[in-house]
């Protein structure tokens, strides 16, 4: 495919609201696909790169390149200057990939010119564009919706299922089952100002305690036994201890859902910093285990014995994973049949609280597990309400902070796949967190300012604070007020920050004409 044609989709995908006519354009492009080509034409059309960082300076994209006459890159090509461009380092590599980031562009006509510079910055991110490829994809191959959804959800990849579809068409979709040994996207929740209003939505729900761990999904076949972060990383040989307890469990063959967390003595959470610590840590795996042991806690179960359980309502799955995980590792819940219990789930937070925890979860009993997605059916009450923001930019420090990347600049994502910046904040930081988003700042860097610098925006950070006021000097027309770091949420991807759409929704108060 030629990479004219991905960029002309691309823009018009972006420049058109309406989602019958972006899954039209979609479908029409995916008609063209070479099936070889869908690593390079999903990631590209969502905005990423399939090489990850690159590394390449605003300097470097900066100089202008006389664009070519006539459109011939293909897709494939661009892809494989871009490896070539990521394998090149050592001495002289600035030079070299000026170099040949020079003659990339050289070779690109304005359009292609236009695109690539956006890719390479990074400054949009159709992450909502997902759900419209599935239809897309749908429409193109005769694929019912749903079945490619659900396809999606178990393959945990876009791009996988799309290989499948666009070389066998529809019956390639029979082979994405829920299978012991290849995770599945986690299902996400929904955030509710207080219980009461979560039961009043849900109905009967099982409340339950939200403990402020890593998410980990347990896969066992025998003695095999891996684990899963909620990015489906495998991170099986840092948690020696939680593979044994896994082990140890009566079934032989199972997926579970949960929390590992790290407890003190007397039963009480560490600081999330020390479990994501413990969970992020490759090194030395039996000092750390010892030094801050984790358990693991599950929540749900979406296999048991070969039998998928994903379809089932939530009941259903308790009483699996309840058969399955004794009590001490399974989370503690209460039930309630509807509002009028909304005091049982208000005694059951403040006593989940008492414990340390962060709040609770409330699940609706009759929904299925729906992976990869926020859940209408799981909503999250917490006292402290935070937002996860993607940085877009740092400010060089004063005084104290001379030499370091201070005063942050948050982003909110926007509908059209960019940033919206909601505010600064240089709160909330140790010393240790500016040394280190110093360096991390300053790797992904794309200019250069007297100020501080614009970076790719890939960082995202969890920021408290005390409400929202009107602004016009910010592009959602609000801003945060008294907005502060509360900790790095490297967990997350930039495509799961926070809307600017959530968060005006959260405040009434502010938007109400
Ligand atoms: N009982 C529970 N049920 C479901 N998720 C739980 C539970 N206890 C803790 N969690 C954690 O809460 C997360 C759900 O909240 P959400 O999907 O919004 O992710 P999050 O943004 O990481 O949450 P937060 O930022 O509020 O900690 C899950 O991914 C899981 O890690």
């Known amino acids: 495919m030629l990479l004219a044609r991905l960029a002309q989709v691309s823009r018009e995908v972006a420049a058109t609201s309406a989602r019958s006519r972006k899954t039209a354009l979609l479908a029409e492009l995916f008609r063209e696909t070479d099936p070889d080509d869908v690593p390079v034409v999903i990631p590209y059309l969502a905005g990423r790169l399939p090489q990850g960082r690159i590394g390449i300076g605003w300097k470097v994209l900066s100089r202008p390149v006389a664009p070519a006459g006539e459109p011939g890159l293909t897709v494939r090509e661009v892809d494989a200057r871009l490896t070539e461009l990521a394998g090149v380092s ?204 984790v358990s693991p806690v599950f929540f749900d179960a979406l296999s048991v014995a070969g039998r998928d359980l994903l379809d089932l309502p939530l009941a259903e799955r308790h009483a699996e994973l309840a058969r399955l995980v004794p009590e001490p590792m399974r989370v503690r819940r209460t039930l309630v049949a509807g509002p009028q219990d909304v005091a049982a789930a208000e005694e059951f937070l403040a006593e989940t609280l008492d414990r340390g925890h962060e709040g609770v979860v409330v699940k609706g009993v009759e929904a299925a597990y729906s992976a990869g997605r926020r859940g209408a059916s799981w909503l999250k009450v917490k006292p402290v309400h935070t937002l996860d923001l993607v940085v877009l930019a740092a400010e060089w420090g004063h005084g104290r902070r001379t030499g370091k990347l201070s005063n942050l600049h948050l982003g909110a994502r926007a509908a059209d796949g960019s940033f919206a910046m909601l505010g600064k904040t240089f709160k909330g930081m140790t010393d240790a967190m500016l040394a280190w988003q110093t360096e991390r700042l300053g790797a992904l860097a794309v200019r250069e300012h007297g100020w501080g610098v614009t970076v790719r925006p890939e960082l995202v950070v969890e920021i408290a604070y005390d409400g929202l006021q009107r602004s016009s000097r910010y592009p959602a027309g609000v801003t945060l007020r008294f907005a502060r770091v509360v900790r790095y949420r490297e967990d997350k991807r930039p495509e799961d920050a926070d809307t600017v759409q959530t968060l005006l929704a959260a405040h009434p108060e502010v938007t109400a004409p």
């Open 90 to 293: 050592g001495t002289g590599s600035q030079a070299e990939r000026s170099r040949l980031v020079g003659e990339l562009l050289g070779a690109a006509t304005g359009d292609e010119q236009r695109f690539l510079f956006g890719l390479l910055t990074g400054e949009v991110r159709q992450g909502a564009l997902d759900a419209v490829a599935v239809e897309g994809l749908a429409q193109a191959t005769g694929a019912p919706p749903a079945g490619v959804r659900r396809a999606v959800m178990l393959a945990g990849s876009l791009q996988t299922v799309a290989e499948a579809l666009l070389a066998d068409g529809p019956p390639a979709l029979a082979r994405f089952r829920l299978t012991v040994g290849r995770p599945v996207l986690p299902m996400l929740a929904h955030s509710a100002s207080s219980v009461a209003e979560a039961v009043q939505k849900l109905g009967a729900a099982a409340v339950e305690e939200k403990l402020d761990g890593i998410r980990v999904q347990a896969h066992r076949d025998g003695d095999t036994v891996r684990l899963y972060t909620r990015t489906l990383d495998d991170i099986t040989d840092r948690l020696p201890e939680v593979t044994a307890a896994v082990r140890g469990l009566p079934g032989g063959r199972f997926v579970l859902d949960g929390e590992v967390i790290s407890l003190d003595p007397g039963g009480r959470p560490r600081s999330f910093q020390e479990t994501a610590g413990r969970v992020g840590s490759r090194a030395d795996v039996a000092t750390a285990a010892r030094a801050v042991p």
